[in-house]
């Protein structure tokens, strides 16, 4: 059994401007000790899920209104407050994208590290700094003991965040949420952190669910990956499989889009053209069809469903219509055929003529402030 | 030879290592060093002390019974007027119905004292409580508190304090321990809303703040994510409002006992003897300045260490 099944998942956001659809229709599991990527470009709902798993979405304006996350046998939509605190921390933890706010100022390391341990696992004082202190050497932080009592403020982005993952550890959770864990950190640092996550999942047998918008750190860590747009997965697939036989027009965008060091011809990188779309009146179709040079009719017009793909491997699921039997991508060698240009113009072309604050609206990073609500 | 190499070789090792010898400081610790190095703020410390001293051993520093008239040594002027009314035996004057100045100046810094500190302390809990509510709840619990806030904050102050004072002082309430007690609520009632309104803006901003998300995230009750981790990080402008609600407080009652409505006498206050003195202010006018100074001096204390303390716990916000 898997150890958290997310069924039908759909997180919407009430405000003023109306309904945002965040998650619509999230679908997908993660087996104990596994390791899943969860990739996707800003807005794509990729944070939303993660924090609706553990119910911590801001109600209003939030609100999950369909699906179930059934976590160890247990339906967390369904629990009580109560019972969903026991599992925050304890059984579920996450780590946060920005290492320099999610530690309170005010309080030292170790309080903030033995907070879990005495709320879960009802340790006293000297037990759970002992604790901390071993959870600190774990991760890393050299001197632990002499540091236990020091501030967030003394410590650099990259030892915070080790903080962070030490926390994250705290209850041997079963499942570690980490949400753009090294998205605030440059690059050397980035590599220690993600080196740092993946032996402590080796280790500790720990699922992660590992949310990021970088393909780059997805492609060591996880053993399958998610790629998510515009508030749906639109491909499935293990993590060797879709580095490379990848399937979905989005994918293949994301990939471009990243610079290779095995790349052979001295190509430019390809940005995916156009906006992310509008979550609250989302395109009709399928939800990438506007920026996608390889669109035909059908996909203005009915949304594609998550199947496999005739010519991959069985596990490997994609949300787009060329894909499905007899579609036309389904042969086509994404890295020499580019699609149509005459479309890549035509979505260039369209985004052109759009005002500046539609585009400023809509690359924004951040859902619409709960004070929209109003 | 530069320094690195005269220290001791595990020294420099240590250094290198960048392990921690230096000296742990807390925020809390920082914010003290830097109200330490003001001296305006330090200035006010030291006359607040030195208040609370008098205050506090009154009876033993006091020369005189404050309110023992020597009425054959009335109207006295202090020894450094230069009159020929002062009188070696009052150093700072006697009133009209020969009361020592002095002493009824020392004793009065204790009704002054504890009308400071113990509103403030009312206005603390009160103000914080319903500021915590609302602004971490929000919604209706919000609506309701803070309307109820405005209504209070909309009328003005001086006027409220009048009419609680005005007709509740001739009543048993207002008889208790010679009519601190209701100036105690009064003066709380007028002045939490300002505080309420400050700590709910405070957690509101806290309350989206990540390092607020990772506790929710860890499973941390509400009770304890506003009493451990909302509380703490809006302490400093709430202490910084504590420094200049004392003053305010002290400056209510003296407006109050000037227009005698305040602490009944015989008690001595200090608005009180400003307003004993006011009657024969054509004849000797030491009876108003003296209180009226060290009013002057205690609020300018205070205000000096409200200063102080924002400046030390803020050093980004400029006001």
């Not at chain 1, 993660?30 to 899920?49: F, M, N, P, R």
């Not at chain 1, 604790?131 to 650099?156: C, M, N, W």
Request: proline share 7%; hydrophobic share 45%.
């Amino acid at each position: 059994m898997a150890l958290l099944e997310v069924n039908d998942l759909h997180t919407q956001f009430f405000t003023r401007d109306g309904t945002v659809k965040a998650v619509d229709g999230v679908t997908f599991e993660i087996a104990a000790g596994e390791t899943l990527g969860l990739v996707g470009e800003s807005g794509c709902g990729k944070s939303v899920t993660a924090l609706s798993l553990m119910r911590l979405i801001p109600m209003p304006p939030g609100k999950i209104v369909k699906g179930s996350v059934v976590f160890d046998g247990q339906d967390v939509t369904k629990m009580d407050d109560d019972d969903v605190r026991q599992i925050r921390g304890n059984n579920i933890a996450m780590i946060f994208q920005d290492p320099m706010t999610s530690l309170n100022p005010v309080l030292t390391i170790s309080r903030q590290i033995s907070e879990a341990l005495e709320l879960h696992l009802k340790m006293d004082r000297g037990e759970s700094r002992k604790r901390t202190i071993e959870l600190l050497e774990l991760v890393g932080i050299p001197s632990a003991a002499k540091r236990l009592d020091d501030y967030p403020h003394q410590f650099s982005g990259g030892m915070r965040q080790r903080v962070m993952i030490a926390m994250a550890l705290s209850c041997n959770p079963k499942l570690i949420l980490a949400d753009e864990p090294t998205t605030a950190l440059d690059v050397t640092i980035q590599a220690q952190i993600l080196d740092l996550l993946k032996n402590l999942a080796r280790e500790f047998r720990t699922a992660f669910i590992l949310i990021t918008h970088d393909l780059g750190v997805v492609a060591g860590m996880t053993q399958r990956i998610h790629v998510m747009y515009g508030g749906k997965i639109v491909e499935k697939a293990d993590t060797g499989e879709l580095f490379a036989n990848p399937k979905m027009p989005y994918t293949w965008g994301l990939l471009r889009s990243i610079p290779r060091l095995d790349e052979r011809r001295k190509g430019k990188l390809l940005p995916i053209e156009g906006l992310p779309p509008d979550l609250i009146a989302p395109p009709p179709g399928c939800r990438f069809e506007p920026r996608c040079q390889y669109r035909h009719e059908i996909c203005r017009e009915k949304p594609p469903e998550l199947l496999p793909i005739p010519n991959a491997k069985p596990d490997h699921e994609a949300r787009c219509w060329g894909t499905q039997a007899g579609g036309w991508l389904v042969d086509i060698d994404w890295r020499r055929d580019i699609g149509d240009t005459k479309q890549l113009e035509e979505i260039k072309q369209e985004v052109a003529t759009l005002p500046p604050e539609a585009i400023r609206a809509a690359t924004a990073d951040v859902p619409p402030p709960p004070a929209a609500q109003r | 030879m530069t320094t690195t190499t005269a220290m001791p070789t595990s020294q420099r090792r240590a250094a290198e290592l960048n392990v921690i010898t230096r000296k742990q400081r807390s925020l809390w610790g920082d914010a003290l060093h830097r109200l330490r190095r003001n001296k305006a703020a330090m200035f006010g410390v030291v006359m607040i002390a030195i208040a609370a001293v008098l205050a506090i051993f009154a009876p033993m520093i006091a020369p005189y019974d404050p309110i023992q008239q020597h009425t054959a040594d009335s109207l006295a002027d202090p020894f450094f007027s230069n009159s020929q009314y002062s009188n070696p035996a009052y150093p700072l004057g006697s009133d009209q119905l020969g009361r020592d100045i002095l002493s009824r100046l020392i004793w009065s810094s204790r009704v002054s004292m504890v009308v400071g500190f113990v509103p403030t302390a009312l206005i603390f809990i009160v103000g914080i409580t319903v500021g915590m509510l609302s602004g971490f709840h929000g919604g209706r619990v919000d609506n309701l508190l803070m309307r109820f806030t405005d209504i209070i904050y909309a009328f003005p102050d001086l006027l409220f304090l009048i009419i609680i004072m005005a007709n509740l002082r001739n009543t048993p309430a207002g008889d208790l321990m010679g009519g601190l007690v209701l100036m105690f609520v009064a003066i709380a009632i007028v002045n939490w809303v300002g505080l309420a309104r400050l700590v709910r803006g405070q957690v509101l901003s806290l309350k989206e703040k990540e390092f607020i998300e990772a506790a929710r995230a860890v499973g941390v009750k509400p009770g304890r994510i506003m009493a451990k981790h909302l509380f703490p990080n809006a302490l400093a402008p709430v202490i910084v409002s504590m420094a200049f609600a004392i003053p305010s407080a002290i400056l209510a009652e003296a407006t109050l006992s000037f227009i005698g409505i305040g602490i009944k006498p015989p008690t001595p206050t200090w608005g009180v003897m400003i307003n004993e003195g006011f009657v024969v202010f054509s004849a000797t006018p030491w009876p108003v300045i003296l209180p009226a100074l060290c009013i002057s001096i205690v609020m300018l204390s205070f205000t000096f260490v409200g200063d102080g303390l924002r400046d030390a716990l803020d050093p980004r916000m400029k006001i």
